[in-house]
């Protein structure tokens, strides 16, 4: 997560690949490096705490990045994060990711439940959603997401 943030041709040489998912500046850049102290201080649970980029097979690009945002809480829920460079939306890859992840997750012990937010303008997040099975099941200044077991 260093060389994401700090030193994407290193990335790119050290992963074979080729980055050309979301910006990491802003908002994202902050989440980025917090799932990295996450992720030191809580090694015994570093899946929930990285991130896992979308690399297409057929030529090794970074179309985009996910993550569980925490290890489940205490009623067995855990919430997803992901985003796509603009180029690769409306192609399906996100979709195949979160049913990946869901699918991954719910066999975890301790998760009953993934959770997703979507701010209240993100059709196509909230397409991802419910193509991948979620219900809405709260709505306050955001929307909030259960897929259940």
């Not at 489940?72 to 049913?99: Q, W």
Request: aromatic share 12%; proline share 4%.
């Amino acid at each position: 997560m260093r060389l994401w943030t700090e030193d994407i041709p290193a990335l790119e040489a050290c992963m074979d690949c080729r980055y050309e998912a979301e910006p990491i500046e802003g908002v994202f850049l902050d989440i980025i490096r917090g799932q990295a102290e996450k992720t030191a201080a809580d090694t015994a649970n570093w899946l929930y705490h990285t991130f896992w980029f979308l690399v297409r097979k057929a030529d090794r690009v970074v179309v985009g990045s996910a993550d569980f945002k925490n290890v489940p809480n205490d009623r067995g829920e855990v919430e997803i994060g992901y985003g796509l460079g603009e180029a690769f939306e409306h192609s399906g890859y996100m979709t195949e990711c979160v049913k990946a992840m869901c699918r991954w997750g719910l066999r975890q012990p301790g998760v009953s439940h993934i959770i997703a937010e979507t701010e209240p303008n993100n059709p196509a997040s909230e397409a991802v959603l419910r193509r991948c099975g979620f219900e809405l099941y709260r709505q306050t200044e955001t929307k909030w997401w259960r897929l259940a077991q």
